[in-house]
């Protein structure tokens, strides 16, 4: 397996080193931990990351680089299933949350915009749906009938989301923890956490997405592991596709990276209770899903030249768990964000980081691990 993120060189980070005991340990290097950690530094406090591997080796540097807006759920079944004002705040925090990571990413993320596509007339219906109440409450989204170049004639309409992004998620990451390092923040990498309560720290945050089993076993009934497996083929020589594309409810991924490959991922449905695991391994029978959904996106064959598996925390109902685990003194969470988190992760990691602080906020109470645990 070999990530197309984590092939980039990672600079190394400002060397900081707390003695003793400090405010907060958090678990997990991803965009979770280190959004949590620049936060938290930022405001003084004393902070120390561990993880088991290196910055954003996790979930963070395997994902399709997707920055959407929003949660995992449709526009539509979120306003049905959390409320309306709940849904729409969602929607609206994450936007501004997706703006300060344009002002802090740099090259890592380009406001591309996003298409969600209708691969039959029932999934047209459902986007459909999703379109007319996003619009009734206000967010910006474009309904598209005269799809683009390969699209037209492969998929009934879609849905441009033209303030959504494309996101480099590993060199994101490294810099959000070069930042928090340069805020004060120590990052202890390579350093595997087998008992949170051995943290010599005031308060300690699970960050650990899919890849914490067994960390917190209260947590283990409610954010499941599931793994993704991802391919990226040879530059092409054309653009093909501007901006990330997703279809089939989002079983199906894809985007052409600035040097020409095409990235591909999904196809979970194809044997979906074998993916729930976190077992980081790609599966003959999803990679030869992918790799025919590629020739047919490219209209040709193309060399395979990256192949990965990745781990993210599914949740019953599609919402992270944010806040204080019950019933644990001192100890906090925020991870489950069900495929959907490299805008939730950032936002949920200040989030977090601020609920530490004393400061409440509308997401905490929709967040909340209580209503599992
Ligand atoms: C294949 C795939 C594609 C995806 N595509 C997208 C996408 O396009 N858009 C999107 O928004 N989301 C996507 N996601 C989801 C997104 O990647 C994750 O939700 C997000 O990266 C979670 O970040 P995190 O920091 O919470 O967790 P992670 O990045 O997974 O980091 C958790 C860290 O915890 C560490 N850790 C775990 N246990 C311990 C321990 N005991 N001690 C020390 N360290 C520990 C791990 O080593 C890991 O580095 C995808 C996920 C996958 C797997």
């Known amino acids: 397996m070999n990530p197309y993120w984590l092939e980039e060189e990672a600079a190394a980070l400002p060397r900081v080193a707390h003695q003793g005991r400090v405010d907060v340990a958090i678990v997990g290097a991803g965009i979770t931990g280190c959004s949590a950690a620049l936060r938290l530094a930022e405001r003084g406090l004393t902070v120390r990351v561990h993880d088991q591997r290196g910055v954003a080796e996790g979930a963070s540097g395997r994902n399709g680089g997707f920055a959407l807006r929003g949660g995992a759920s449709r526009y539509d079944v979120a306003r049905d299933t959390y409320g309306a004002d709940q849904a729409r705040d969602l929607w609206s925090w994450t936007e501004s949350a997706l703006g300060r990571m344009e002002q802090l990413g740099g090259d890592a993320l380009r406001r591309s915009g996003s298409f969600r596509l209708a691969a039959d007339e029932e999934e047209r219906e459902q986007i459909r749906g999703e379109y007319e109440a996003m619009r009734e409450d206000g967010i910006e989204a474009e309904w598209v009938d005269d799809l683009p170049g390969r699209l037209a004639g492969r998929f009934e309409g879609g849905i441009l989301h033209a303030g959504d992004g494309a996101l480099h998620p590993a060199r994101f990451v490294r810099r959000l923890?070069?930042?928090?390092?340069?805020?004060?923040?120590?990052?202890?990498?390579?350093?595997?956490?087998?008992?949170v309560a051995g943290l010599d720290a005031d308060a300690v945050v699970v960050a650990t997405d899919g890849y914490g089993h067994g960390l917190v076993p209260e947590l283990d009934d409610t954010i499941w592991p599931t793994r993704g497996q991802v391919i990226v083929s040879e530059p092409l020589d054309t653009v093909l596709y501007d901006r990330p594309h997703y279809a089939r409810q989002g079983f199906d991924y894809w985007q052409q990276l600035p040097d020409g490959r095409v990235l591909l991922g999904g196809f979970r449905d194809v044997s979906i209770l074998d993916e729930l695991t976190d077992v980081e391994e790609t599966t003959p029978a999803i990679q030869a899903s992918l790799e025919e959904f590629l020739g047919e996106l490219i209209g040709a064959e193309a060399r395979v030249t990256h192949r990965w598996a990745g781990i993210f925390g599914l949740t019953q109902d599609m919402l992270p768990l944010v806040g204080r685990v019950p019933g644990r003194d001192g100890l906090w969470v925020?991870?489950?964000?069900?495929?959907?988190?490299?805008?939730?992760?950032?936002?949920?990691?200040?989030?977090?980081?601020?609920?530490?602080?004393?400061?409440?906020?509308a997401q905490l109470e929709l967040f909340d691990p209580a209503r599992f645990v």
């Open 334 to 361: 925020a991870a489950g964000y069900s495929g959907h988190g490299n805008v939730l992760g950032f936002a949920c990691g200040e989030l977090v980081a601020e609920a530490i602080l004393g400061e409440s906020a």
């Open 177 to 195: 923890a070069a930042r928090a390092a340069e805020a004060g923040a120590e990052i202890r990498e390579h350093e595997r956490v087998d008992d």
